[in-house]
């Protein structure tokens, strides 16, 4: 199975590293300078799992012409999709798969709208990296995992065929005949706990210590939850029992988001908040006008006007 990952980041870099060390036919889609940067100093992964340094990975560029792939992992930033899509299109042939393991439910409809619904798959990942300034991947916890599935449920033998390749190299991955429910599962958690990390500017257990912490969490949740319910998830036990141990044990823990604020970074606000907003919900739990959700959505909208305003003309 020929495998494309599109770019090299923290995310794709660390999945397509440990595929290509592990002996799957591994391509990575980037740009020249990231291509060339490759070539000189390997793809590096810094992880409690084990280091990693692949030597000269095989790289594509947009304008190359070589043949379809077979799959395509894509786990590109939600605000840089459409470049994505259009850097990954004259490599999706009649049999390529595309595996999106980003945040939220948008990038399915863009995607299927783009491609058609029998190319696309549901996934999702569990993995917290980073770039350090060498560029190298650094993984942050022992938690790396990923989850994906036939869209319309059951499974299939593509499927089948996609887990038995992506297994046994380095990460969890799982094949779930209810993947579109194990999205809305991780949505609702990410949406509460990055507007929640980014609405307070605190970790978990900071918030919690805080008088109304606790509280303003459980507003969060339960709105999220309602958006969820609203277009016909309902979350289980399990997900409850995720959902405490996270989100209301004290801990050091905090979205992705908040560090992309903190580091005055570009943030999929958007996406992973915006588009949950606007699918309905959240509005049944007003409280002077605006919800939790709409108030920590608006309070990352004023943060991205105050950055745009602070960039040089």
Not at 37 to 60: C, F, N, W, Y
Not at 112 to 126: E, I, N, P, S, Y
Not at 246 to 251: A, E, G, K, R, V
Request: aromatic fraction near 6%; hydrophobic fraction near 45%.
């Amino acid at each position: 199975m020929r495998i494309l990952v599109v770019g090299a980041g923290a995310v794709g870099g660390y999945f397509g590293g440990r595929l290509a060390a592990a002996g799957r036919d591994v391509s990575f889609l980037v740009r020249p300078a990231r291509a060339q940067a490759l070539q000189r100093d390997g793809l590096i992964i810094k992880s409690s799992q084990g280091d990693l340094t692949l030597r000269e990975p095989k790289t594509v560029q947009s304008t190359d012409t070589v043949e379809p792939f077979d799959l395509i992992l894509l786990s590109c930033k939600a605000y840089s999709l459409d470049d994505a899509i259009e850097s990954v299109a004259p490599f999706v042939g009649d049999g390529t798969v595309i595996l999106p393991m980003l945040n939220g439910m948008r990038h399915i409809d863009v995607l299927t709208a783009r491609f058609g619904a029998q190319r696309v798959l549901g996934g999702l990942c569990v993995i917290a990296a980073t770039l350090d300034a060498q560029q190298r991947i650094v993984h942050l916890n022992d938690t790396c995992s990923m989850t994906f599935g036939e869209l319309a449920g059951g499974e299939s033998a593509r499927s089948k065929a996609i887990a038995e390749t992506l297994s046994g190299v380095g990460f969890d991955v799982a094949s779930s005949d209810e993947i579109a429910l194990r999205m809305w599962e991780k949505w609702v958690f990410l949406a509460t706990l990055a507007a929640g990390t980014c609405l307070f500017r605190a970790s978990v257990g900071d918030i919690l210590r805080a008088p109304d912490g606790k509280r303003a969490i459980e507003g969060l949740l339960g709105e999220c939850r309602a958006v969820a319910q609203h277009n016909g998830f309902t979350m289980g036990p399990n997900f409850d029992a995720r959902a405490n141990q996270n989100l209301f044990t004290p801990s050091t823990l905090t979205a992705s988001m908040l560090r992309d604020v903190e580091n005055h970074a570009r943030t999929e606000a958007d996406h992973v908040i915006g588009d949950l907003i606007a699918r309905g919900g959240a509005a049944q739990h007003r409280d002077h006008g605006l919800s939790l959700l709409q108030l920590a959505y608006n309070h990352l909208k004023a943060y991205e006007a105050r950055e745009a305003r602070s960039q040089p003309a």
